[in-house]
């Protein structure tokens, strides 16, 4: 049970919940060739997993003193586990998941795609021992890496499969995936600044400089606010756009329902919010909004379907 604490193991079966979503709700609904078999995707699922699950335990390594001061009840390395078998554990994992990214290179044959994998985990290292002291760099870069976990998808299953008969069909499924990833990205990148605040005290004894730090609880409320009316506005955009015109009505409710509603009420509370509970709470509510954003693909999917 200590093991799965560590690699947070309830993100990771989100993260591969997400790219399953993908695949199987959306790329297979569509009638088109897939470079990748099922049990080879499944292994870029699990290449994806371990790299993360990597990443939490670097960053677990690292975050010792600070986690001793924001959450000393979830604290496992250096306690549950020693620091020594967490760096063995961290090496095997990382290991292990770039050599099946590097194994998937090449059965598409583009050996040169197995550095993603190599400058994931780089990355997830630099993050857990210099990045994240940076101001806003650190939440920039978690958020780019979970919105890579979606880009990857067509990078390997869709890319390979690309002729001239139907390139045009595959960008416009690449640019859906995109705009999942930019969505992805920008909820998880206000996620990270709402953890922030709730760990406020620990990091500021740490000596960090997140942007809580810096301008302070209130402004960085305030900051989220503003950047919060981003997503809402370009989800407006996109139903307006795309859907309506298109006769998506079940589509349009839903993202309304389940998507833009809960991200207007966490606007509304972010603007008063000052507490580490208020904090954990909307940290909590974006896990669900990104959950329902992804789960859009397959009822829009679905629901152009059954319109046809």
Do not use: E
């Given at each position: 049970m200590n093991f799965l604490k560590l690699i947070r193991y309830q993100n990771l079966l989100l993260l591969a919940f997400m790219q399953l979503?993908?695949?199987y709700g959306f790329l297979k609904?569509?009638?088109?060739?897939?470079?990748?078999?099922?049990?080879?995707?499944?292994l870029l699922v699990l290449s994806?997993?371990?790299?993360?699950?990597?990443?939490?335990?670097?960053?677990?390594?690292?975050?010792?003193?600070?986690?001793?001061e924001n959450r000393p009840e979830g604290v496992i390395v250096g306690k549950s586990i020693s620091e020594t078998k967490a760096y063995n554990l961290y090496v095997a994992l990382n290991v292990s998941g770039v050599a099946i990214g590097f194994y998937l290179s090449n059965?598409?044959?583009?050996?040169s795609f197995a550095v993603i994998f190599i400058l994931i985990a780089s990355t997830l290292?630099?993050?857990?021992?210099?990045?994240?002291?940076?101001?806003l760099l650190g939440n920039i870069v978690v958020a780019?890496?979970?919105s890579s976990s979606v880009i990857i998808i067509g990078v390997f299953d869709l890319y390979p499969a690309i002729d001239s008969e139907n390139q045009l069909l595959m960008a416009n499924l690449f640019s859906i995936l995109l705009d999942y990833a930019i969505f992805a990205f920008m909820i998880n990148f206000i996620r990270e600044v709402v953890k922030d605040l709730e760990d406020l005290k620990g990091d500021s004894a740490q000596g960090m400089k997140t942007l809580a730090i810096v301008l302070g609880s209130e402004k960085t409320t305030k900051f989220l606010f503003a950047f919060g009316l981003i997503p809402i506005v370009l989800l407006l955009m996109y139903v307006n756009n795309y859907f309506m015109p298109n006769d998506l009505f079940i589509s349009s409710?839903?993202?309304?329902l389940f998507v833009l509603a809960p991200l207007i009420y966490f606007n509304v509370k972010i603007w008063t919010a000052k507490t580490k509970s208020d904090f954990k709470a909307l940290s909590l509510l974006l896990k669900w909004i990104l959950l329902f954003g992804i789960l859009s693909i397959v009822i829009i999917s679905l629901n152009i379907k059954y319109n046809a």
């Open positions: 979503v993908f695949r609904l569509q009638n088109i060739p897939l470079a990748l078999t099922n049990w080879q995707y499944a994806t997993i371990l790299i993360a699950a990597a990443g939490y335990v670097i960053n677990d390594i690292f975050d010792q003193d600070t986690d001793n059965v598409i044959q583009k050996p290292y630099l993050y857990a021992t210099s990045l994240k002291q940076m101001l780019l890496l979970l409710i839903y993202a309304f």
